[in-house]
């Protein structure tokens, strides 16, 4: 129930892939949102707070996640999958983890970089430090670029990885999707146990 | 150098009696040289802060050595006059998001009552009027040294923002913002 089996996605990896999904296509939506709030510089001000709270959160969420991907054994792939498929599927899930992380940290650097100094204050409870980055306008300007490619990047990625779930759950009916959503149906429907 | 001592010693005394028998001539109006300097500070969580100054106003007070009760000041500021050091937090501060420059030109004070805090300072009461809203606040003047006809006073105070509606970026910015300005007066 809480760890994958060969099969099927434990409790623990459900909870943090839609977590995770969920806060980084926010985040997405938020980062442009603060970039076309300059009419409005107290909304903008208060959006970039909220972006970066949540962007710490879900860099310490992604990286817990990573551990726990690391530690539990991945469900094999479905069956009637290509050998190029899996590559392809497995490439897309690491560089998709490896975002969930590294495209906060950019975040981070460009608060890190920037010369306005404004403190991170995740949540207006903790404060978290600024990198060891030199400020500098441009230091800035190239961390926000790196940020908003990567971010940007990662959110057609993720459109990949949804479209090809929903293909293969509805085209192939392979129940590429319903593993992703309950623990336990892939088992039932095998009629294996639930594994507890 | 006990002699050297004792001069200097008598040439202190000698200026503080000076000082004391003077300060009745000082009684006068002064306006707000441009000389003088309106500096604030905002700290931030972890340490550090926004320090700022605004470089144009304009102002007068009357003084009265005698009965200080007697004296009032009345100072008004341009907001758009901010200076940090750094120009994008400038345009926030000028921006509708803190002063709103634009809607409201200026920021003024005006003293309802001054009263002795020591042999050379005062508090300052009155009303601050920023961004529409006019409140009372209280600033303490001390008298920091004069030159020919010209004086100076120090005046600091505390006066909390989000009364104001500039209450942006509590709690990483404090919502007090300490004032430290240097006033050079000069006589009408």
Same mark, same amino acid.
């Given at each position: 129930?809480?760890?994958?089996?060969?099969?099927s996605?434990?409790?623990?990896?459900?909870?943090?892939?839609?977590t995770?999904?969920?806060?980084?296509?926010?985040?997405?939506?938020? %980062?442009?949102?603060?970039?076309?709030?300059? *009419?409005?510089?107290?909304?903008?001000?208060?959006?970039?707070?909220w972006?970066? !709270?949540?962007?710490?959160?879900?860099?310490? +969420?992604?990286?817990?996640?990573?551990a726990?991907?690391?530690a539990?054994?991945k469900?094999?792939?479905?069956?009637r999958?290509?050998?190029?498929?899996?590559?392809?599927?497995?490439l897309?899930? !690491?560089?998709?983890i490896?975002?969930?992380?590294?495209?906060?940290?950019?975040?981070?650097?460009?608060?890190? #970089?920037?010369?306005?100094?404004?403190?991170?204050?995740a949540?207006?409870?903790?404060?978290?430090?600024?990198l060891?980055l030199?400020?500098?306008?441009?230091?800035?300007?190239?961390w !926000?670029n790196?940020?908003?490619?990567?971010?940007?990047?990662? %959110?057609v990625?993720?459109?990949?990885?949804? #479209?090809?779930? +929903?293909?293969?759950?509805?085209?192939?009916?392979? *129940?590429?999707?319903?593993?992703?959503?309950s623990?336990? !149906?892939?088992?039932?429907?095998? %009629? %294996?146990?639930?594994?507890? | 150098?006990?002699?050297t001592? @004792?001069i $200097?010693?008598?040439?202190?005394?000698?200026?503080g009696?000076?000082h004391?028998?003077? @300060?009745?001539?000082?009684?006068?109006?002064?306006?707000i040289? &441009?000389? =003088?300097?309106? $500096?604030?500070f905002?700290?931030q969580?972890g340490?550090?802060?926004? /320090?700022g100054?605004?470089?144009?106003?304009?102002?007068?007070?009357?003084?009265?050595?005698?009965?200080?009760? /007697? =004296?009032?000041?009345?100072?008004?500021?341009?907001?758009?006059?901010?200076?940090?050091?750094?120009?994008?937090?400038?345009?926030? @501060?000028? =921006?509708?998001a803190?002063?709103?420059a634009? $809607?409201?030109? =200026?920021?003024?004070?005006?003293?309802?009552?001054?009263r002795? $805090?020591?042999?050379?300072?005062?508090?300052i009461e009155?009303?601050?009027?920023?961004r529409?809203?006019?409140?009372?606040?209280?600033?303490?003047?001390?008298?920091?040294g004069?030159?020919?006809r010209?004086?100076a006073?120090?005046v600091?105070?505390?006066?909390?923002?989000?009364?104001?509606?500039?209450?942006?970026?509590t &709690?990483?910015?404090?919502?007090?913002?300490?004032?430290?300005?240097?006033?050079?007066g000069?006589?009408?």
């Amino acid at each position: 129930m809480w760890r994958n089996s060969p099969h099927s996605y434990g409790l623990i990896a459900i909870l943090f892939h839609w977590t995770i999904a969920i806060l980084f296509l926010g985040q997405i939506g938020l %980062g442009y949102l603060t970039q076309i709030t300059t *009419g409005d510089p107290r909304l903008q001000f208060d959006l970039y707070q909220w972006h970066k !709270s949540l962007g710490f959160l879900t860099m310490v +969420l992604a990286l817990l996640r990573l551990a726990w991907a690391l530690a539990a054994a991945k469900p094999r792939p479905v069956p009637r999958t290509s050998r190029l498929e899996a590559i392809a599927a497995s490439l897309t899930h !690491s560089t998709l983890i490896a975002m969930t992380i590294f495209v906060p940290f950019t975040g981070w650097a460009v608060a890190s #970089t920037s010369p306005l100094m404004i403190p991170s204050f995740a949540f207006n409870l903790v404060l978290v430090p600024d990198l060891p980055l030199r400020r500098s306008e441009a230091a800035e300007a190239l961390w !926000s670029n790196i940020h908003a490619y990567l971010a940007y990047g990662s %959110g057609v990625l993720a459109f990949l990885h949804a #479209t090809a779930a +929903l293909y293969h759950q509805f085209a192939r009916r392979d *129940g590429t999707l319903t593993r992703m959503l309950s623990p336990v !149906s892939q088992d039932v429907r095998r %009629g %294996g146990t639930p594994a507890h | 150098m006990f002699k050297t001592l @004792l001069i $200097a010693a008598a040439i202190l005394i000698g200026a503080g009696l000076a000082h004391a028998q003077s @300060l009745s001539e000082l009684r006068g109006r002064y306006t707000i040289a &441009p000389s =003088s300097e309106i $500096a604030f500070f905002v700290g931030q969580v972890g340490g550090g802060g926004i /320090r700022g100054r605004f470089s144009r106003f304009s102002g007068a007070f009357e003084l009265h050595p005698d009965d200080i009760a /007697r =004296s009032n000041v009345t100072i008004t500021l341009e907001p758009a006059s901010v200076a940090t050091g750094e120009s994008r937090v400038e345009n926030f @501060l000028r =921006s509708k998001a803190v002063f709103d420059a634009a $809607a409201h030109p =200026s920021i003024t004070f005006r003293s309802t009552s001054v009263r002795p $805090a020591g042999p050379n300072s005062a508090i300052i009461e009155g009303t601050l009027t920023a961004r529409g809203v006019t409140r009372r606040e209280t600033f303490h003047a001390s008298f920091a040294g004069r030159q020919g006809r010209d004086i100076a006073f120090r005046v600091v105070g505390e006066v909390f923002r989000s009364p104001y509606g500039m209450d942006v970026g509590t &709690p990483i910015y404090s919502n007090i913002v300490h004032f430290d300005m240097m006033l050079q007066g000069q006589p009408i």
